[in-house]
T-cell receptor, first 110, second 113 residues
Framework: QKEVEQDPGPLSVPEGAIVSLNCTYS??????FMWYRQYSRKGPELLMY????GNKEDGRFTAQVDKSSKYISLFIRDSQPSDSATYLC??????????FGKGTRLSVIA | GAGVSQSPSNKVTEKGKDVELRCDPI?????LYWYRQSLGQGLEFLIY????????KSGLPSDRFSAERTGGSVSTLTIQRTQQEDSAVYLC???????????FGPGTRLTVL
C-alpha cells in the first residue's frame, strides 16, 4: 500500500458545482496536511495547509482532515473554469520532505 | 518579489549525454528540494538540502543523479549518461527553516531522445 493514495481522475464538473477531492494515507506519523494546485506547465502552488483534524475554510475552499480515518478532503464551492488544474495532496511527518499524492486532474466546464 | 526560478525551462538531449539543471531558491530560504514529476505520476522526492547539514539523498534513483548546493543558495541537479526513462519535469522548491510551505519553481522539462 502506498503511503498516500489519491484518485487521479480526471474529474469533470459543470461550472458552479461543488467539487470534492480526497486522499487517504497509511502513515499515522503525518502531522501536516496540504493541498497544492498545479496549472498545466507550471509548478505546484500551496492552496491550503492544515495541522489538526477538523475543517479549515478559505474563501470557496475548505480543507478537511480526519486523522482517525486517515482521510483528507478538499472541497471547492461554486467551482469556476479557472479552478481547472491538477490538485495534489501532500503530507509531512515533520522535518522531512513532503509525501505527495499523484494528483487529481479537475476540469470545470463553463 | 522573486520566486523560485529554474533553468532551462526545457531541455532536449540525446541518450547518454550529461545534463545540468539549475535552481535559484527564494532569497533567505535555507531548505531546498528537488522533485521529479513524470506523466501521470505525483511528485517523486529526489534530494533535500537544509542549511549546512548533509543533504538527504535518499530519493535519488541511481548514482547517475547528483546534486550540489553552493553557498547555501543556488543548486544544480546533474544527470549523467541520461536514459529515456529520465524524461520528466524536474521541480525545485524552497522553504524557510521552520516552515512547511514549499514554494515551487516552474520546473525544467527534460526530454531524452
Amino acid at each position: 500500500q502506498k503511503e498516500v493514495e489519491q484518485d487521479p481522475g480526471p474529474l469533470s464538473v459543470p461550472e458552479g458545482a461543488i467539487v470534492s477531492l480526497n486522499c487517504t494515507y497509511s502513515n499515522s506519523a503525518f502531522q501536516y496536511f496540504m493541498w497544492y494546485r498545479q496549472y498545466s506547465r507550471k509548478g505546484p502552488e500551496l492552496l491550503m495547509y492544515t495541522y489538526s483534524s477538523g475543517n479549515k475554510e478559505d474563501g470557496r475552499f475548505t480543507a478537511q482532515v480526519d486523522k482517525s480515518s486517515k482521510y483528507i478532503s478538499l472541497f471547492i464551492r461554486d467551482s469556476q473554469p479557472s479552478d481547472s488544474a491538477t490538485y495534489l495532496c501532500a503530507m509531512d511527518p515533520g522535518n522531512t520532505p513532503l509525501v505527495f499524492g499523484k494528483g487529481t486532474r479537475l476540469s470545470v466546464i463553463a | 518579489g522573486a520566486g523560485v526560478s529554474q533553468s532551462p525551462s526545457n531541455k532536449v538531449t540525446e541518450k547518454g549525454k550529461d545534463v545540468e539543471l539549475r535552481c535559484d531558491p527564494i532569497s533567505g530560504h535555507t531548505a531546498l528540494y528537488w522533485y521529479r514529476q513524470s506523466l501521470g505520476q505525483g511528485l517523486e522526492f529526489l534530494i533535500y538540502f537544509q542549511g549546512n547539514s548533509a543533504p538527504d539523498k535518499s530519493g535519488l534513483p541511481s548514482d547517475r543523479f547528483s546534486a550540489e548546493r553552493t553557498g547555501g543558495s543556488v543548486s544544480t541537479l546533474t544527470i549523467q549518461r541520461t536514459q529515456q526513462e529520465d524524461s520528466a519535469v524536474y521541480l525545485c522548491a524552497s522553504s524557510t527553516t521552520s516552515g512547511n510551505e514549499q514554494f515551487f519553481g516552474p520546473g525544467t522539462r527534460l526530454t531524452v531522445l
